[in-house]
Nanobody
Framework: QVQLVESGGGLVQPGGSLRLSCVAS????????VGWYRQATGKQRDLVAR???????NYADSVKGRFTISRDNAKNTLYLQMNSLKPEDTAVYYC????????????WGQGTQVTVSS
């Protein structure tokens, strides 16, 4: 099975920055899309950012201009640089790797907690 391991979460003050990492057991470029989702307490899991095999990216409106997704195929690692963090960014962030259609493969990491608070 595909293993995804996130790291880099923690407690940060509003306006601060964090960089999340996701290390995959398989080659990242082998998936149709890889990305980050987040789930706040009591809320659904929503897309934060994703990057497709062709290099195209997609961001949630709430993070555009603040977050940047990138990948290092040689290291099988996905990154999420988060700047200008806000309290509403507080959530568990999950790494995802999937094929389209998702029935052909949809893999998730354990998640890493990001808390933005003074």
């Amino acid at each position: 099975q595909v293993q995804l391991v996130e790291s880099g979460g923690g407690l940060v003050q509003p306006g601060g920055s964090l960089r999340l990492s996701c290390v995959a057991s398989d080659r990242i470029f082998g998936f149709d899309t890889v990305g980050w989702y987040r789930q706040a307490t009591g809320k659904q899991r929503d897309l934060v950012a994703r990057i497709s095999s062709d290099g195209s990216t997609n961001y949630a409106d709430s993070v555009k201009g603040r977050f940047t997704i990138s990948r290092d195929n040689a290291k099988n690692t996905l990154y999420l640089q988060m700047n200008s963090l806000k309290p509403e960014d507080t959530a568990v962030y999950y790494c995802n790797a999937a094929h389209f259609p998702k029935e052909e493969g949809d893999y998730w990491g354990q998640g890493t907690q990001v808390t933005v608070s003074s």
